[in-house]
């Protein structure tokens, strides 16, 4: 069963601190996502990678940066948490231009 | 650039209605992915379809089915005799090539549109 899993389905943090958040899938794809999820927005490309060591800034870049050493890892920061990145986190991966295999989202709360 | 409008913000329905989720695309790309997901109450997204945009043949997987056509752009969804489990928000999603040629999978997805389906 194909899987993509993120390190916490809740987080609370404070303004300033510096917030990761793992995501992990088994099935070894190239290309992986992270994007945020905001009521009447839809989803909301951050940044994406298509090889290890390679990324690329999607829609909402800004505040946010990526990391991603291994294949089944990417990793997505925040430099330093923020109110408005208050938000669903979801990650995906996905082969070539096939479906994208969705995670079951981090729920992060920046107080 | 890429566009995907889901115009229907919410709709609400009674058990055993039929009921259509509309999908309007725009893009230059000659060959595209269409794909329609649905996020039920416990976040997950699932994948439900992906379509090829050289194949217009409407689709039926049981009680969903799928019309997509070209002309219009369009990529509707309709479930029959709708259920309470049917109940989520229901995601349409376009691929697309960066300049390079290249897809690298990346999707533009629509607002979503809530299905409620009401006992």
């Known amino acids: 069963d194909v899987k993509v899993t993120q390190s916490s389905r809740y987080l609370v943090k404070r303004t300033g601190e510096k917030v990761f958040l793992e995501c992990v899938q088994d099935?070894?794809?190239?290309?992986m996502f992270w994007y945020r999820q905001d009521p009447g927005l839809g989803l909301r490309l951050i940044y994406f990678?298509?090889?290890?060591?390679?990324?690329e800034k999607g829609d909402i870049p800004e505040g946010y940066s990526v990391s991603r050493e291994k294949k089944e890892r990417f990793s997505l920061i925040l430099e330093s948490a923020s109110t408005n990145q208050t938000s669903m986190y979801l990650c995906?991966?996905?082969?070539?231009?096939?479906?994208?295999?969705f995670g079951p989202g981090t729920r992060l709360t920046v107080t | 650039a890429q566009k995907v409008t889901q115009a229907q913000t919410e709709i609400s329905v009674v058990e055993k209605e039929d009921v259509t989720l509309d999908c309007v695309y725009e893009?230059?790309?000659?060959?595209?992915?269409l794909f329609w997901y649905k996020q039920p109450p416990s976040g997950e997204l699932v994948f439900l379809i992906r379509?090829?945009?050289?194949?217009?043949q409407n689709e039926i997987s049981g009680r969903y089915s799928w019309n997509f056509q070209k002309s219009t752009s369009s990529f509707n969804f309709t479930i029959t005799a709708s259920q309470v489990v049917d109940s989520a928000v229901y995601f349409c999603?376009?691929?697309?090539?960066?300049?390079?040629?290249?897809?690298?999978?990346?999707?533009?997805f629509g607002q979503g549109t809530i299905l409620t389906v009401h006992p």
């Open positions: 995906a991966s996905s082969r070539d231009r096939d479906e994208q295999y």
């Open positions: 099935m070894d794809h190239e290309n």
């Open positions: 990678s298509y090889d290890v060591k390679m990324k």
């Open positions: 893009t230059r790309d000659t060959t595209y992915y």
């Open positions: 379509r090829n945009s050289f194949d217009e």
């Open positions: 999603a376009l691929s697309e090539l960066n300049a390079g040629g290249t897809s690298y999978g990346k999707l533009t």
